[in-house]
């Protein structure tokens, strides 16, 4: 069984209980990967990578629907999707340019 995290607002939200529930699960036999609409190019951070170092599959979308990305790049489909915008999962952003940039600003600003 294939797990779907998010990472923005859900893993974001409590990442030591998620680290926790991430060890659990894989422990459990369960695949975890951490799906975020995040663009590799520009939002990638020392969080991510971490996660990615501990060996957990970190997919970037770049903004499209997360299960049709993942239809296409994942080795196993998801079962299972924990998102606090499950919108997400199925439709692209709508964020616009201009709120992409300023949300990027804050995000070098707090260093998420």
Known sequence: ???ALDYDGT???KPAAWDA???ALIAGGFRVS???ARD???DNNADLQRLAAQGLA???TRGFAKQAWMAREATDPVT???DDNP???IENSRMTRDELSVWRAKQRRTGS
């Open 40 to 42: 590799d190019r520009h």
């Open 80 to 82: 299972i999707w924990i």
């Open 1 to 3: 069984m294939h797990i």
């Open 34 to 36: 951490i799906v975020t």
């Open 21 to 23: 529930a991430i060890e």
């Open 58 to 60: 970190v997919h970037f």
């Open 87 to 89: 919108e997400s999962i």
């Open 11 to 13: 893993y974001t939200l």
